[in-house]
């Protein structure tokens, strides 16, 4: 294996074309994400040719452009130590012409359930691919021109999708067939493609071959060469499925007839139009069904693929740089980490949230836990840390208030006797301060004994004494008498159990 970008690259190829190859990557995301995927890069002999590298490029930017779940979808590009990757998403399941090989050795038919769910899957990938837009919203004129077996991937979730769009046509595109040159498979390939003209009813021409041949096992023009398959393609007459499979139906061998009519206007015109006709002529197979079929003939590649993703995730897992990145905010990352809660906004209960969220939330806490924080504390010690916390900002908040009320008389509370009335009130044996008012005992339970403890008398200054100036004799105003506040209890709870006190209450 090796790393290229972001990306875990197994080395063995599980696909092979003839520029390129297939191979199993893993995604290296961030706070522990990843993701298996499909990477396709240009055989050691194209790699250094420029005009194959913008091949893929342009394929690539061409299937990112579809959205269809008929369609393998195509994710990312990388480019890094000289090496150019098309990411594309990986899906569990094999080629058709790998199933078709498999049905033919184990000489047993495909239900024409089947082959109607496999085909009808398929052009409605291609309509997707026909109707795709530019980023301008300008039509793209797209057409595959390489629709055959092995361009069809079916999954074990019974869904088949199409892929490579290497030799495309479409409107805009970089690199362009060269005069006399040929895009394409002959035995699936339209009269009109080999003549150099190519529109959407080329592909369902070719989708039409791909039908006949998974009802009756095996190609509809076939050759000792290209020579042979090319005058069949051109002159020969078409032969009806019938005619090999009788247990194909009258009005399913009338649909693929009507698709591989060589005159382009007596097709049907559009992918869509062919889709629908079979979904009515047909009752399809459903997803599981076709999904055991694929399981049925291809059970050893499977099982080989499965053991390789199972190789690469274990490599992936055992990367040493799967920590936390800066990139997550520090705060959630310390909530999450800690379990005090699982959604970061604040005053929002995670009771609120839907399942989804808290789904995805609790998939994010747990992928920072298990890679590389700290032992997540017990529930014990998580309220032992607040309480100590809790508990030292409140006796050093009251210090600092106590401090500043002894210091300045005018903060003290108007109910509470000024120092020097305490002092001359006392007993006439008592010293000053040692007999604390019943608001001091309060304080001093409240906030500790350090913010009621008295303040030693400042000697007499030794400069000359100044004469006194006269009391002023103008009356000065009470202060308006404070609003009653209700400090039964003093403090407010929080949604995590913490008491705040009011600081009116102090």
Known sequence: MRVVGRYLVHDEAIAAG??????????????????????????????????FCSMLLDEARLASRIHHPNVVQTLDVETARGELLIVMEYVCGESLARLLRASRHGERQVPQEIAAAVVIDVLHGLHAAHVALDPRGEPLDLVHRDVSPHNVLVGVDGVARVLDFGVAKARGRLQTTREGQLKGKLAYMAPEQIHGQVSPRTDVFAAAAVLWEILVGRPVFEGGDEAAILGKVLFEAIPSPCEFAPAVSPELARIVRRGLERDPAARFASALEMAHELERAVARASGSDVGRWVEAFAEDALAERRARVAEIERADEARPEQGVVASVP??????LADGTATNPVPGLARSTLDRGDREAADTLASAITSSGSPRRPTRAARWKKVGIVAALAITVGGVAISFTMVRNGDGRSPSRPAAADRVSSAAPNSTPGTTPEPADREAAARFGAAAVAPVPP?????????????????TIPHAPARKAVNCSPPYVVDDLGLRHYRPECL
């Open 18 to 51: 003839g520029m390129a190859t297939v191979h199993l990557g893993r995604l290296r995301g961030s706070v522990g994400f990843s993701r298996t995927v499909a990477i396709k890069q240009l055989r050691a002999d194209y790699a250094d040719d420029a005009e």
């Open 330 to 335: 520090a705060a959630a990352m310390a909530t």
């Open 458 to 474: 400042t000697p007499p200054a030794t400069a000359p004494s100044v004469p006194t100036p006269q009391r002023s004799t103008k």
